[in-house]
């Protein structure tokens, strides 16, 4: 099934006669990975390979990171995701299942079967500039000064 070319017709609850409504795969996508990236401990979502090619193009991707799958008014979803460091993972995962389920129902009224979640990485904190400085280290004067005496005591043995 190609992804890209789904559409879901919904009939109009009040009056058949109004029309249909349809939903794109990709409105469904960019629906979860949004619910998704809005749960606290997910760092980001992660790049499908369409989506890359899509990023470095400049376009940016807000379905990144997720799989969809429609038949007939039931959805699959697949997010890939990397979470932050130091976040209980099952809760995470529990919470954007609870999330995205809510949201896709409730936005498009269509019937979300399942949320397979695939964690793909943690993102560690960089290190703050208090964090590099060692207790030990010198204050940059007191190097500078002893950096000096030794270049002093290397002049002076080279002249003997």
């Given at each position: ?14 009056n ?11 409105v ?21 390979l369409?989506?890359?090619?899509s990023?470095l ?10 799989k ?17 460091y ?30 397979n979640i ?5 993102k ?11 207790e030990?280290?010198e ?22």
């Open positions: 099934m190609n992804e890209d070319n789904i559409n879901v017709n919904l009939s109009v609850e009040n058949a006669d109004d029309g249909n409504v349809s939903i794109s795969s990709d469904v996508a960019v629906i979860a990975s949004l619910a998704a990236s809005s749960v606290e401990g997910v760092a980001e979502m992660v790049n499908s369409k989506g890359g090619f990023e193009l400049g376009k940016k991707n807000l379905s990144k990171g997720v969809v799958s429609i038949e007939d008014k039931n959805v699959t979803v697949d997010l890939f995701i990397t979470v932050e130091g976040a209980k993972i099952p809760e995470v995962a529990w919470e954007i299942q609870e999330k995205v389920k809510s949201e896709l129902e409730t936005m498009t009224g269509l019937n979300v079967v399942a949320v695939s964690v793909e990485g943690i560690v904190p960089k290190a703050t500039d208090a964090d590099e400085v060692s030990e280290a204050p940059v004067e007191e190097a500078d000064e002893a950096a000096a005496d030794e270049i002093v005591e290397i002049t002076e043995e080279s002249d003997e």
